[in-house]
């Protein structure tokens, strides 16, 4: 069955500390990865995606994300978190049809 | 540049009571979908719509009804609303090819009492 996995429900960064969110997905063809960042009650807003080609790929706001297939995983990171990355933050997988599956959302909370 | 747009965006209803939720997008898109977003259960999708006269059922349809008779409208129908319903919806859609990121509208929150 297709699915993505995020497996912190929370995570804890000490501002200016570095920060990699783990995505682990299961997809049978081809997939096409998406993370995505939601603040306190505003909608999601698209970070990064990855189709194809080199497997590191570059975002908005400082984030990059990292594909290895080998590892089914996407992971996502920031060198130097700032407080206002403390939001939710989702990955997505999608393919061949429109239906994108979600993964459940890490909430990323910094400490000052 | 609207983007995605969602109406309302908070709403108390009573059980038993209907409501739609409105969506309404001006990028052109043929896909859309509905999903609501709970604690901890990340994205499920309720309804999509592949273009006009198209719609077809998600992952958590019922209580839910959907239509699209433009490219740019997709209300989604609560036609009685229960206190499982409560939950934050949002609208989303996607360009003419599946590696197209989706747009999101702002979220409409409901609380059923």
């Known amino acids: 069955a297709q699915s993505v996995t995020q497996p912190d429900i929370h995570i804890t960064v000490s501002e200016g500390a570095s920060l990699e969110l783990r995505c682990n997905y299961s997809?049978?063809?081809?997939?096409?990865l998406f993370w995505y960042v939601q603040s306190p009650g505003q909608g999601l807003q698209l970070l990064l995606k990855y189709f194809s080609g080199d497997t590191l790929v570059q975002g908005i706001k400082g984030f990059e994300a990292e594909f290895k297939r080998s590892q089914s995983s996407f992971n996502l990171r920031k060198p130097s978190v700032h407080w206002s990355d403390a939001a939710e933050y989702f990955c997505a997988v999608g393919g061949s049809n429109y239906q994108l599956i979600w993964g459940a959302g890490t909430k990323l909370i910094i400490k000052p | 540049n609207a983007g995605v747009t969602q109406t309302p965006k908070f709403q108390v209803l009573k059980t038993g009571q209907s409501m739609t939720l409105q969506c309404a997008q001006d990028?052109?898109?043929?896909?859309m979908s509905w999903y609501r977003q709970d604690p901890g259960m990340g994205l499920r999708l309720i309804h999509y719509?592949?273009?006009?006269?198209?719609?077809d059922q998600g992952e958590v349809p019922n209580g839910y009804n959907v239509s699209r008779s433009t490219t740019e409208d997709f209300p989604l129908r609560l036609l009685s609303a229960a206190p499982s319903q409560t939950s934050v919806y949002f609208c989303?859609?996607?360009?003419?090819?599946?590696?197209?990121?989706?747009?999101f509208g702002q979220g409409t929150r409901l609380t059923v009492v």
């Open positions: 990028m052109n898109h043929e896909y």
């Open positions: 997809y049978g063809a081809t997939p096409y």
């Open positions: 989303a859609s996607r360009g003419p090819t599946v590696n197209t990121e989706a747009f």
């Open positions: 719509s592949v273009g006009a006269g198209i719609t």
